[in-house]
């Protein structure tokens, strides 16, 4: 590919099958810190050094050797953080059908992390009317979502954030029964009985560590802990300790890992879910859009110190 003044000359060699891509908005995500770590156990892939990262991002195609797409096709999927990337077609690429609701969704609520939350409260979880949910990072990309899908199952949600102002957002915003910013309790075992005076049903995991150990000593007997991510460990080079796991076994819950990956096939489903909630202003989403490639590396950073109000998305272009 040639870049020549502002404009592209590009030529896909003969019976090539990838595809050309302008990347408009990319995801900043927690496991990309997750496959940095050499010898992770992740099968997400690992970085190149000296290569752009790899993640999920919405493009615009610009040349196709596939026959699924073709140019100004709008797509989500893996992409490289860079401004054009030429990607294999048979990575994770879905094709953008629905441009009533903004692009930058697709990196978010009708993306990866909707993906997520879904199957993991959904499918994991396996929610009950009445039941006692607790989430974890409750304001990110993520967490925002569970919330508002265990409201609409109709059970009693609280959160946990790390600041008054994403406190307020899943109170006043995101319709949760309440929540707590976890920085201000000295002793989260207390703070979770306060909450949850009868225990938690299911605890949607998001951060591990303390906050983990505490939830272990609250779980009801069959509650569920669908294990989305554990984003207080990434940094660590030894994971925090935990010493209340032996109540997974009094408490007969079920603790299940799981990844959005694995779960593509019911993105059909989950658009037919959404999507009328989105446009009926049942299910809402909070962005935090930095401007620049130049400004990524911050933003990606930034997800380590909770510096994010709600998902996380980097502008390279807008279309
Ligand atoms: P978020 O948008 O929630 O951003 C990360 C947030 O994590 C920060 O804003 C911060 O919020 C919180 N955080 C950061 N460090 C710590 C810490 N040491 N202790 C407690 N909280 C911390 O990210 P996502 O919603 O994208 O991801 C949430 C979790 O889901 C992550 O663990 C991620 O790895 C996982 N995940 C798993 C997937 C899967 O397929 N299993 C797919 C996508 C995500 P605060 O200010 O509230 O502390």
Redesign the pocket.
């Known amino acids: 590919m040639k870049i020549v003044e502002g404009t592209i000359t590009l030529k896909l060699p003969e019976g090539s099958k990838e595809v050309l891509l302008k990347n408009l908005y990319l995801s900043c995500?927690?496991?990309m810190r997750?496959i940095m770590t050499k010898g992770s156990a992740s099968d997400l892939g690992a970085f190149t050094p000296s290569s752009p990262l790899t993640g999920y991002g919405v493009s615009k195609v610009l040349e196709s050797g596939h026959s699924d797409y073709k140019k100004d096709d709008l797509v989500w999927g893996f992409t490289k953080w860079e401004e054009y990337s030429l990607v294999s077609s048979t990575q994770i690429l879905f094709k953008i059908e629905h441009t009533d609701v903004p692009l930058s969704y697709y990196t978010g609520i009708l993306g990866?992390?909707g993906v997520?939350a879904y199957v993991?409260f959904f499918e994991i979880g396996s929610p009950k009317k009445g039941e006692n949910v607790f989430i974890?990072?409750?304001?990110?990309?993520?967490?925002q979502l569970v919330g508002q899908f265990a409201k609409l199952t109709g059970c009693y949600v609280v959160g946990?954030?790390?600041?008054k102002e994403?406190v307020d957002l899943l109170k006043n915003k995101f319709g949760f029964d309440d929540a707590f910013n976890?920085?201000e309790e000295p002793d989260l075992d207390a703070a979770l009985k306060r909450y949850f005076p009868e225990g938690i049903d299911i605890y949607f995991e998001?951060?591990?560590?303390k906050?983990l150990d505490a939830v272990l000593l609250n779980m009801r007997v069959h509650g569920r802990i669908p294990?989305?991510?554990?984003?207080?460990q990434?940094?660590l080079t030894q994971l925090d300790g935990i010493t209340n796991l032996a109540n997974i076994i009094f408490k007969r819950v079920r603790m299940e890992?799981?990844?959005?990956?694995d779960f593509y096939h019911l993105y059909p489903k989950f658009l037919e879910f959404l999507l009328p909630h989105i446009r009926e202003g049942k299910v809402v989403y909070v962005e935090d859009i930095v401007e620049g490639l130049e400004n990524g590396p911050t933003a990606l950073v930034?997800?380590?110190?909770?510096?994010?109000?709600?998902?996380?998305v980097l502008v390279v272009a807008r279309e």
């Open positions: 995500d927690p496991y997750l990866m992390p997520t993991g974890s990072a409750a304001s990110g990309a993520v967490g946990s954030a790390g600041s994403k976890y920085k998001n951060v591990g560590g906050t294990v989305c991510g554990m984003i207080s990434y940094n890992g799981f990844l959005a990956n930034g997800l380590f110190s909770g510096r994010n109000v709600g998902k996380q």
